[in-house]
């Protein structure tokens, strides 16, 4: 399989479906030591990767199955470091299903995705890093950034040399920010942004969407203004009070998904506008009455 090149020693690795949910593509990084960034490229490109890379070191950048489901193909070539705020429900599917979904349909619903289509098998890791850590390759030096808001465990990893941010999540995708979990928030979310912006990096990489060499730091900052933009949506649609399950109904933040998935998908539209609703209660712009929000 080819690789698309980012700089002479770190590349793309293209998953299925281009990347898209429920794929993502990984960074290969060809230093003295070789190292693979998240193993969810699908199932017939992740064997033929492992047939014909080497690989020394397995990082995952959180623990979202589409990140992590072939790491099963990967336990027996290299250790594999997880985010510490993963380490106790990493590659144990109960309990990542116990941290995403609530209620029994769409619990098995997302276990049926991820095991069916994204090809995942519970795999053990064998370490931790966190935001104190940084792998140093020789000539490749990668600085792990906690960038919390997508999920708890969310992390990107800066490469000072060249200059590159792997943003792998905060994907600067058109239907994003996405942030459908219980555990996810919007202001830390918010937050890391700024805090990855902060490096100035002069070209991005993410999971989904590939690699951006022009204009970054705009379309880092436009990604964060939606934030924004969905509470003045949501605001605007509680000039009369307003049940969030209706609302959901339309789905106004999520685009694309698989008319069987609806349930699943459904539920993570009510926790993304559930969390918009919040913020707008704790500004002061809107309250609760009843089961409904209402603008003041």
């Not at 064997?47 to 020394?56: I, T």
């Not at 992590?68 to 193909?73: D, F, K, S």
């Not at 203004?225 to 605001?235: H, T």
């Not at 000039?239 to 959901?248: H, N, S, T, V, Y």
Request: charged content about 25%; hydrophobic content about 45%.
């Amino acid at each position: 399989m080819d690789l698309m090149r980012i700089t002479d020693q770190l590349w793309l690795v293209p998953a299925m479906n281009s990347g898209r949910f429920p794929f993502a593509q990984s960074v290969y990084v060809d230093a003295e030591r070789k190292l693979l960034f998240d193993a969810g490229l699908g199932p017939q490109l992740m064997g033929q990767f492992v047939r014909q890379y080497p690989v020394d070191i397995v990082i995952v950048s959180h623990s979202h199955p589409d990140h992590i489901a072939g790491c099963w193909m990967l336990a027996d070539m290299a250790p594999i470091f997880v985010p510490n705020e993963a380490a106790e429900s990493f590659g144990r599917l109960d309990l990542l299903a116990e941290r995403f979904v609530e209620g029994e349909e769409e619990r098995n619903l997302w276990k049926a995705l991820v095991t069916k289509v994204m090809g995942y098998r519970d795999c053990p890791h064998q370490r931790v890093y966190d935001g104190r850590s940084a792998f140093d390759l020789g000539s490749v030096k990668l600085i792990a950034l906690h960038t919390p808001g997508h999920v708890v465990d969310h992390y990107c990893f800066f490469e000072a040399n060249s200059g590159v941010m792997l943003l792998f999540d905060i994907d600067l995708s058109p239907s994003g920010p996405w942030y459908g979990h219980r555990e996810s928030d919007v202001g830390r979310y918010e937050a890391s942004i700024e805090f990855v912006r902060s490096f100035s990096p002069e070209i991005a990489v993410t999971s989904h969407m590939g690699v951006l060499r022009q204009g970054v730091d705009a379309a880092l900052e436009e990604f964060r203004a939606r934030f924004s933009r969905r509470d003045e949506w949501l605001l605007d649609m509680l000039k009369e009070p307003r049940l969030l399950d209706e609302l959901a109904e339309g789905f106004p933040f999520s685009k694309g998904f698989h008319p069987k998935l609806k349930p699943l998908a459904l539920y993570w539209e009510k926790q993304m506008l559930r969390k918009h609703a919040d913020r707008l209660v704790e500004s002061g712009l809107a309250l609760p009455v009843g089961d409904r929000f209402v603008r003041r």
